[in-house]
């Protein structure tokens, strides 16, 4: 899992059903833009408002589509949940598994470590840590990282914790280790990989996946200054689809490129007639 990756939404129809037909085109036009590999069952894919049957399902019908690399969401609150998830994605096609941080409760480093310790020891795909704070109220610890980044199936981790700190501290003390250090928020991607992230997992890459695929292929090419240019030029967009509007901000920027996004699931709501003007003009400007 290197280059640019995206956190697959999950198109809903009106009735709030999962639309496998929306979900298919979707994963033929972002992959077909550019990016490295498909994340289902994310974040920014509502995975939390799926029922286990339906991630289980979106994970096969992505993985069964894409002819990039899958890095399925199967994180839960629960070791065994997380385990069951797991070995449903393996068996679905997935090539590896993303894990969130476990939530609602709190726990210290030193039960995380073992949790995913113990996660890897027994998972058919390999797994990569998930860190993202806004969500969990827990972020990984650099040092828990690095105790965990030599474990032959453990594979890298999401780091969406926006803290560039923590991340080259991250990438610093894992560098000897075969794992991948991604980045989870398209604002400080270019600066992410200046400071040793190996690609990315961009929200931002649902809506523009060729431009957020150039910016790693900039840096890639030893083209640092137009990377930053490049992902400057996208911030305002970044912001709007995660910070501000969130999930339905996401879709509807979609939307206005004809994307496949579908309708977003309950409790969430569609954007006001307002909201979806501006995300348009700012898709625009990005593009």
Do not use: W
């Not at 280059?3 to 059903?17: A, K, Q």
């Not at 589509?65 to 065994?80: D, H, K, N």
């Not at 991250?170 to 280790?177: H, K, N, P, R």
């Not at 991948?180 to 961009?202: C, E, K, M, P, T």
């Amino acid at each position: 899992m290197q280059g640019t990756g995206l956190p697959l939404v999950t198109p809903f129809d009106e009735t709030g059903d999962v639309d496998e037909a929306a979900l298919r085109a979707l994963v033929d036009r972002v992959t077909d833009a550019g990016v490295d590999f498909v994340v289902p069952c994310g974040s920014n894919s509502e995975a939390p408002l799926l029922t286990p049957v339906e991630r289980r399902r979106v994970v096969e019908v992505v993985a069964d589509r894409s002819e990039v690399p899958v890095l399925a969401g199967t994180g839960q609150p629960g070791y065994r949940e997380t385990l069951a998830d797991t070995e449903a994605a393996a068996a679905a096609g997935a090539d590896a598994a993303l894990v969130v941080t476990p939530y609602y409760f709190r726990h210290d480093q030193s039960a995380l470590a073992s949790y995913y310790r113990d996660l890897a020891d027994e998972s058919p795909i390999p797994i990569y840590l998930y860190s993202v704070p806004k969500y969990t109220e827990t972020a990984l610890d650099p040092r828990t990282v690095e105790s965990l980044a030599t474990h032959p199936n453990v594979g890298g981790i999401k780091d969406s914790s926006g803290n560039l700190e923590r991340l080259q501290r991250t990438a610093a003390l894992t560098e000897d280790a075969d794992f991948a250090v991604l980045v989870g928020s398209g604002s400080i991607y270019a600066a992410g990989l200046d400071h040793g992230a190996d690609g990315g997992v961009l929200a931002l890459a649902n809506v523009v996946p060729e431009r957020a695929s150039e910016v790693y292929e900039r840096h890639a090419d030893g083209d640092d200054d137009g990377a930053r240019a490049l992902n400057r030029a996208l911030v305002e967009l970044n912001r709007a689809v995660t910070a501000r509007y969130g999930v339905p901000g996401l879709k509807a920027a979609m939307r206005s490129r004809s994307l496949p996004a579908g309708h977003v699931r309950r409790p969430f709501g569609p954007v006001d007639d307002a909201t979806a003007t501006e995300l348009a003009e700012l898709v625009e400007a990005a593009r």
